[in-house]
């Protein structure tokens, strides 16, 4: 079968667990013998683990996410009519590099699979937003289920994201459920020297990752614990607002930011940290999601500190795995992370734990799962 697999996040240099999740799949389809080729944002790479690359330039979302994301179609569709005659299958990750195969399955025989791991408009509904986003986020909403709906089968990452789809119409026999994972084979879990003081972000650092929150919290560890280290690893959006937060707080001597990194030396980071944590505020896009961090925190050996949120609960338990807090306290959060710097035994007994469950969501796992999934779409009724 002649597969195009496609996503707006970047696959080289990779960002994102989308990308991650994305390239993934399109190995696992390629290992299954399939013909299969990426169209995909990267920096002029014309070929990934033996697949042709197509690349195109990632939607920045610097002044308006909707603009950004529909020049970004503009492109894509180009890319998608040369290979629409001739593709049996389109599988695209999130509805960002999904827009226009709706349209286009009116000319063409192919079958559409979505694999999705946020529903971005969601985001847009609970972001800042200027005027003209306020006004357009109904139609957006609207036009993003409507993609979804399209699809002769949907891959979601929590049950979560599930049942919000069929409370919007989408049939619950499209959908299938396959959670992220981690790549615990090039994840190590050994620590550096005087990361059992180290207390880490890692990932974007956009609106919806909460890290004001955790920011908000320092001055209370800091308080009680002088000697902690905060590592916020990660460029987006919200950077020069979350340092501008870490001044004025008087903490920004006990930060660490960075800017993006490739995959691999934000990797690096997990050795230099025991405690990992997700500050999502409590609204609908985060409650139905994971996270790919939370993954990577427990592959590289850290105990977890996070939000109580519907997605995370379905893969995590309060004290064996990780340490929940209220969403949106900043001092129940710095309540946990003290808890932890004060309770080495705690600390690693989470890790421990953490390990373990994340020994269940490997990519050699899920990604025979989502191909699994994707598949059905072409199998006989």
Known sequence: MKIIVSTHDSLCPIKGGGALRTLKCAEEF???????????PADGVGELSGIKLHWLHAPRKQRSQILSSIKFNVRLFRKFLQFAGATEMFFVHNTI???????????????FVLDITDIHAEYLAA??????????????????????????????????????????????SKIDVVYDAAEIDKIASEKEAGSEKAVLH??????????????????????????ARFLIVGGGRELENVIKLSEKLGVRGVCVFTDYLPCDEARKY?????????????????RIVTTLKIYEYWAGGLAVVSSRLEGIAEIAKDGRDILFFQPGSAGDMAKKIIRLLEDPGLTAKLARQGSLTVAKYTWSGAAPKIADAALKAASPV
């Open 30 to 40: 390629k290992k299954r013998g399939h013909e299969v080729t990426l169209i995909a």
């Open 97 to 111: 590099a999904a827009a226009t195969l709706p349209f286009l399955r009116r000319f063409y025989s192919f079958k």
């Open 127 to 172: 972001a800042r937003r200027n005027i003209v986003e306020k006004l357009l986020t109904p139609l957006i909403l609207f036009v993003e289920y409507w993609i979804i709906n399209n699809a002769d089968r949907i891959i979601v990452v929590t049950r979560a994201m599930k049942e919000l789809l069929i409370k919007n119409g989408i049939a619950a």
């Open 202 to 227: 890692l990932g974007t650092v956009d609106r919806q990752q909460g890290v004001e929150l955790f920011i908000s919290a320092i001055p209370l560890v800091a308080a009680a614990h002088p000697e």
């Open 270 to 286: 997990l050795a230099r940290a025991a405690i990992g944590v997700i500050p999502r505020q409590d609204e609908l896009p985060n």
